[in-house]
């Protein structure tokens, strides 16, 4: 009896691993079909006398999913199932005054609290990820003397359409002698010049951070997948720090545009990746090697043990090749995932210590969430297979399976699309 609130939660738990291994999830983490994000550069509109700006009028180019676009503006199927650049340059010139209609009714520029007048300038078509973007650019004509304060605001691709959610629009701006980067959501569609907003930047970069890992469903796996085959402290801290460096260095690289690889490529292999150590888990689980202090069983060791930097003298370890491999792994694998966080911000800037500024901040809000789940899962799987380890030789194989069979899905899915 001293087991059943335990046992209740394994259920529990089996339960949520059944959840996400059902093609409804495989639809939601594969992508990016469910929310979006828009990408604006504004910057002060160049002058009559020269190159520099220095009137109040503004030029915003804006990059939105082009069939995201013409579902939002409510056209006909040929205009959003258009592929090829050629055919949707077309679509988007028959059907520029209800683009820019939808456009300009939720994105907005306003100069000392007076709105400024769009205008539809030049429409291309970019790639993003592998994703064609319609690529817009505004001219605003603002009214007043230099020396006011511009907003910026978005609306664009609300909930309320049901195409897509929790859309961002991610500002890369250079206004009223200020440079900057912004994260406008829906509670708070806002960018106001002239509001000291270097803290308010760098929390809003950490938070994007945090979303983009916890919602992330393939890079939550993937870290669970690493949880499941640590048997002591010293292996999440080792591993979490590989990881942690490895991805950290290729999204900063990727980020900045040091680094390119087409998603095509990374899509596949971070699910790969997930595959591969879920797969490992499995097979050490079932030979007996996943267990707290190098004992044979998923049961034997204490919590004590799990906390111990070195396994206790004489126990018998069974992952020796893992565990000679398992860090050199990890790192290769964090390599790969840290280009496909670097694709959630689609900076395609010149540098600037504004630039690395968001990217530490977003880098830091992946790592928080990180230490997060680690904190919660890593005692939840201890105390599991200290005090139920029964339950533990059904459960823990369970989530394995079901974390291989899904990312083994995504490889299949991210291959084919």
């Known amino acids: ?230 048997r002591r402290l010293r292996d999440v801290v080792l591993t979490a720090t590989a990881f942690t460096v490895a991805h950290s260095v290729t999204f900063l690289l990727a980020a900045l545009g040091v680094v390119s690889v087409p998603a095509i490529v990374v899509e596949p292999v971070i699910a790969a990746s997930i595959a591969v150590v879920a797969v490992v888990d499995l097979v050490l689980i079932r030979r007996g090697g996943v267990t707290l202090g190098g004992g044979a069983s998923a049961g034997s060791g204490t919590a004590r043990d799990a906390l111990r930097w070195h396994a206790p003298a004489g126990t018998r370890d069974e992952r020796g090749a893992w565990d000679r491999w398992r860090l050199p792994v990890v790192f290769v694998f964090g390599l790969v995932h840290g280009v496909g966080f670097a694709g959630a911000l689609g900076i395609e800037a010149a540098w600037s210590w504004t630039l690395l500024l968001s990217l530490l901040s977003f880098n830091v809000g992946i790592e928080a969430v990180q230490l997060g789940i680690i904190a919660v899962v890593f005692p939840l799987l201890v105390l599991l297979r200290v005090r139920a380890p029964r339950t533990a030789r059904r459960v823990l194989p369970a989530g394995c399976a079901a974390i291989a069979a899904v990312a083994l899905w995504w490889v299949v899915e991210r291959l084919a699309g």
């Open 1 to 230: 009896m001293r087991f059943g609130p335990l046992r209740g939660r394994s259920v529990a738990l089996a339960g949520l691993l059944a959840v996400l291994s059902s093609p409804a999830v495989g639809q939601v983490a594969s992508a990016h079909d469910a929310t979006s994000d828009v990408y604006a550069e504004v910057t002060t509109a160049p002058s009559a006398s020269g190159p520099e700006g220095g009137g109040p009028d503004v030029v915003a180019v804006l990059d939105l999913e082009y069939d995201l676009l013409m579902k939002s503006a409510w056209l006909r199927a040929e205009a959003y199932e258009a592929t090829g650049r050629h055919d949707q340059l077309a679509q988007l010139d028959e059907h520029e005054a209800e683009v820019d209609g939808y456009v300009t009714d939720r994105f907005a520029v306003t100069y000392d609290g007076e709105p400024c007048a769009p205008s539809l300038s030049a429409a291309d078509i970019v790639e993003r990820g592998e994703r064609a973007y319609a690529s817009l650019t505004y001219s605003f004509a603002c009214a007043g003397e230099p020396g006011g304060v511009h907003e910026v605001s978005s609306a664009l691709f609300p909930d309320a359409e049901s195409f897509v959610h929790s859309t961002e629009t991610i500002i890369r701006y250079a206004l009223d002698d200020e440079d900057g980067s912004a994260v406008l959501t829906t509670s708070s569609p806002t960018l106001t010049t002239g509001e000291h907003r270097l803290l308010k930047q760098v929390g809003e970069f950490f938070v994007l951070g945090g979303e983009h890992l916890l919602f992330g469903i393939d890079h939550v796996l993937f870290l669970l997948a690493l949880l499941i085959g640590a």
